[in-house]
């Protein structure tokens, strides 16, 4: 464990003891600390091993067949419907070992709806240069199926890669949403970019942009490793979150910048082991666990890492969010050194989550939220409420804790809401969240004996602290 670990244990048994808390909540709680920087200390090593060293397909004289779309019949003009020679292309591709399935550069290649499965050959290579465009009419969507675009699964070791795009065209879709106009119905659109029931996954340096709904959707997947990916759609977009991981595990994100109508990324449910690395967000809803326990489902999500984010300028900062009625849980999650820029709700836990046109009701069971750490998060709020801890009176949110947190208003005024939501703070934690150490709220601390003890501490130590 690292120094500022055994520094915040010793602050935190000196304060405990000076509020006169039970001794075995003190442990109860350094035992919570260090068990969550153990769940969290994992490594996303495996994916790494195996493909980071991945050559360039160039690079490789002789030792990749090359699959180019061109060669069976597409014309790249963004208007002929190049949809079949992708298809007939991929089946040699991936039926061939050390195969290359080649997008040239500088072309437009119109796909409509296509199921790409495997497993391919080893050291498949899907390199993306040029554009590949979706039909822009809905109306090109067979109704029974309009949830996916360009769908990938069934995949073992491949390499997506290239400086191509992936156009979804989604204008006429947003436009057909039940978000833009409640006189539409409220029906699901394509994901741009699936990539399903798969292993030992790299994505590198793609732009995904303009999606009919979702961006990129990692389903069933473990070991998947995400670099410099672009996310870019209209921040108006509806439901065009950035990139959503569902039921998989060993995902790492890292150096992507998202701009969407809807969450940047957005983790849900069985999913776990998550680390997401120097993400820059806006415009978007942030960065979200969740929903879960929709329509009382069971939703479960572990181990998750977010380290190094920009938030400019979105609804939401770093967000958990479940519905009403739901179970399962959500723990073992850590946002850190988080930089906010006027964002609306920087830091929030909403067990009231409700994105329907009908009110939701309060019920008595609720996704259980716990051991969740927030450290060196600062910059500027839009609301006042820069935290929020809205969780459920029959299932509360417990063991959060803040460090080092500070969240400015142009104004001055901020302040954190608590329901039914206990943990602690530690460094600086402005505004403050005595609202977590005490459920009455009215209850109000008092402060001269963790002065004391601070300075006490500070003297002995070069970090510096403040309660
Ligand atoms: C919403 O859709 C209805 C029916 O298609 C249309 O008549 C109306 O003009 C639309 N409203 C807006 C604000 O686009
Ligand atoms: C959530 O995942 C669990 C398995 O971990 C599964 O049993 C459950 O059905 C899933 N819930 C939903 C809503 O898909
Ligand atoms: C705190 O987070 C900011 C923003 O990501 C980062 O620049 C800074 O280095 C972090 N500070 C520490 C002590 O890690
Ligand atoms: C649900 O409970 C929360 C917390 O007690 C309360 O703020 C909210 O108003 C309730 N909502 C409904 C619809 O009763």
Redesign the pocket.
């Known amino acids: 464990m690292e120094k500022f670990s055994l520094v915040l244990l010793l602050v935190f048994v000196l304060v405990a003891a000076a509020h006169g808390v039970a001794e075995n909540n003190i442990y109860d709680d350094i035992a919570m600390l260090r068990e969550l920087d153990e769940d969290l200390n994992f490594g996303v090593t495996e994916i790494e091993e195996e493909l980071l060293e991945t050559p360039g397909w160039r690079s490789e004289r002789g030792g990749k067949t090359l699959f180019n779309v061109d060669s069976f019949g597409a014309v790249g003009d963004g208007v002929a419907d190049d949809t079949q020679a992708f298809v007939s292309a991929w089946n040699k591709a991936c039926s061939t070992p050390k195969s290359v399935f080649l997008v040239p550069a500088g072309r437009r290649y119109l796909v409509s709806a296509t199921r790409f499965i495997g497993p391919c050959g080893d050291k498949f290579i899907i390199q993306i240069d040029g554009t590949i465009v979706a039909p822009d009419d809905p109306k090109r969507w067979d109704p029974n199926n309009l949830r996916i675009w360009l769908d990938f699964s069934k995949l073992n070791k491949v390499v997506f890669q290239g400086s191509g795009v992936i156009d979804g065209s989604g204008r006429k879709w947003w436009d057909s949403s039940c978000k833009r106009n409640k006189s539409n119905p409220c029906r699901g659109a394509p994901t741009a970019l699936t990539i399903d029931s798969s292993t030992a996954v790299r994505v590198k340096d793609l732009t995904i942009q303009n999606s009919q709904q979702m961006h990129f959707v990692i389903s069933r997947c473990t070991s998947v490793r995400v670099t410099n990916v672009l996310v870019s759609a209209p921040g108006n977009s509806p439901n065009t979150d950035g990139i959503h991981i569902t039921?998989s595990t060993n995902v790492a994100i890292q150096n992507c910048k998202i701009g969407t109508g809807d969450d940047c990324i957005s983790i849900v449910?069985?999913s776990s082991a998550i680390k997401m690395k120097n993400i820059y967000c806006g415009p978007g809803h942030g960065i979200s666990i969740g929903s879960l326990g929709?329509d009382n489902?069971?939703?479960?999500v572990s181990k998750v890492v977010l380290d190094t984010a920009l938030l400019r300028e979105t609804t939401n900062g770093v967000r958990i969010k479940t519905w009403q009625g739901g179970s399962?849980y959500v723990r073992a999650i850590r946002f850190e050194n988080v930089q906010m820029d006027e964002v609306e709700n920087p830091i929030i836990i909403d067990q009231f989550y409700c994105d329907s046109p009908k009110s939701c009701q309060n019920q008595t069971s609720a996704v259980q939220i716990s051991q969740i750490m927030y450290r060196n998060i600062s910059g500027t709020t839009k609301s006042a409420k820069a935290m929020k801890f809205a969780c459920s009176d029959t299932v509360p949110c417990s063991h959060i804790v803040l460090s080092n947190v500070n969240l400015e208003k142009e104004d001055g005024t901020v302040e954190t809401y608590c329901n039914s939501a206990t943990g602690f703070g530690y460094g600086v934690v402005h505004p403050s969240a005595d609202c977590l150490r005490f459920s009455d709220k009215k209850t109000h601390p008092d402060n001269t004996k963790d002065t004391e003890l601070i300075t006490l501490i500070s003297r002995n130590n070069p970090i510096h602290t403040e309660l």
């Open positions: 039921a449910n069985a929709k489902s069971v939703g479960i399962g």
